[in-house]
């Protein structure tokens, strides 16, 4: 399984640990993926992510997991969150969610 959040696609980068003496030594930054189970207000059901622990911030600050799906790029979310993201705007019409905010 990659280390990538399913939402964002948040993913691991390199970089450098640099000393006093400025030493510099190869380091990876690894998201904090958490496995998470979102409610859907549209869908009346959890939905479980596997999701970096700033995307869970981002998507309360949206109003919960249909506002954020309807209105995130499609060529971040995962293949999971594309298919919620085609049923919330399948069932409800884009214009029902966007009037939550």
Do not use: W
């Not at 859907?40 to 799906?69: C, H, M, P, W, Y």
């Not at 499609?74 to 293949?79: A, D, N, R, Y």
């Amino acid at each position: 399984m990659t280390r990538k959040c399913d939402l964002t696609g948040k993913v691991v980068i390199t970089g450098n640990n640099v000393s006093h003496a400025k030493n510099r030594t190869k380091r990876r930054f690894i998201p904090n993926l958490q496995n998470v189970s979102l409610y859907s207000d549209k869908l009346d059901k959890k939905i479980k992510f596997r999701v970096a622990t700033s995307t869970l911030r981002t998507v309360e600050k949206n109003g919960g997991i249909d506002n954020f799906l309807v209105n995130a790029n499609v060529s971040q979310l995962s293949i999971a969150a594309r298919k919620y993201k085609k049923n919330i705007i399948k069932f409800y019409g884009d214009d029902a969610v966007k009037k939550d905010q």
